[in-house]
Nanobody, 122 residues
Framework: QAHLVESGGGSVQAGGSLGLSCAVS????????MGWFRQAPGMEREGLAR????????DYADSVKGRFTISQDDAKKTLYLQMNSLKPEDTAMYYC???????????????WGQGTQVTVSS
């Protein structure tokens, strides 16, 4: 089982950057595909980025491709999301997740962090 704690959210103006971190604990951390999701008020939770534990292969949602970068530091057991060129529509609660799978274009996860708020003003 994985325990996930996000940090790094905050407020930024459009065009700016923010970096999120997720501290991961749990014996089987290295076995999970890790990822990031977000959920805006009144919207469904959206999968954004995923990274494979074996080869660091990444997948991104079209909405963030080219702007967001997912990475991980195995030694520190930390997952990162670097967000550049932020837009007001990126405003949401951002969640770290473990056990991320993509099935028929839909993203799912087994374990979730508590979330961190990102607000982008125009």
């Amino acid at each position: 089982q994985a325990h996930l704690v996000e940090s790094g959210g905050g407020s930024v103006q459009a065009g700016g950057s923010l970096g999120l971190s997720c501290a991961v604990s749990g014996k089987s951390y290295s076995n999970y595909r890790m990822g990031w999701f977000r959920q805006a008020p009144g919207m469904e939770r959206e999968g954004l980025a995923r990274i494979d534990p074996d080869d660091s292969r990444t997948d991104y949602a079209d909405s963030v491709k080219g702007r967001f970068t997912i990475s991980q530091d195995d030694a520190k057991k930390t997952l990162y999301l670097q967000m550049n060129s932020l837009k007001p529509e990126d405003t949401a609660m951002y969640y770290c997740a473990a056990g991320v799978v993509i099935v028929a274009g839909r993203w799912h996860a087994a374990y979730w962090g508590q979330g961190t708020q990102v607000t982008v003003s125009s």
